[in-house]
């Protein structure tokens, strides 16, 4: 069984919402409306596509794989700050997001440039490096994932399974 259980579901009015099952049978989830269910799926998917070819087990969806709620991230922040390797997945999926606001796609060496000046802000370890083929990976994974979200229907919802062990990950 997978640690995780994702379900996006598309709602008639254009509204998302997100919900994630653990294998301990325990829910999280929260309702995206407006701009936000346009935002967030294609963020929550480009969130699994990083973690699941980047192997991140400690990501947003390894998090709250581990018992993190959807509304634990964010201000206050009642679990404390994001551990250093979520911290490194939330760049990425910003970088990617930004990425795709502008409609280009941004080089291995301009990501690094970029990742450099986050790690230098955010006291993280340097050098952590995604190579072009890393980013083509997950752009290719983002791309399909966003394929099967515009083809769902609404009122359907779309499953994705994360498991923590990381890189080899399958969709329901």
Known sequence: MSDLLIRIKKKNDGSAALSCLRADGSVTWQRQNGLQGRFFPLHDLTHYAVETVLGHTRGFYGLVAEGWDLTDFGNPWPRGPLPPEALI????????????????????????????????????????????????????????????????????????????????????
């Open 89 to 172: 997945s939330e760049f990425i999926v910003g970088f990617l997001d930004r990425e795709r606001g502008a409609g280009v796609e941004w080089s291995a060496a301009e990501f690094e440039a970029a990742a450099a000046t986050y790690s230098a802000q955010h006291g993280l370890d340097a050098p952590w490096i995604v190579k072009d083929d890393d980013l083509r990976h997950v752009r290719d994974r983002r791309r399909e994932l966003f394929a099967r979200w515009a083809a769902l229907p609404a009122g359907a919802t779309l499953e994705l399974r994360f498991t923590v062990s990381g890189r080899g990950l399958t969709s329901a």
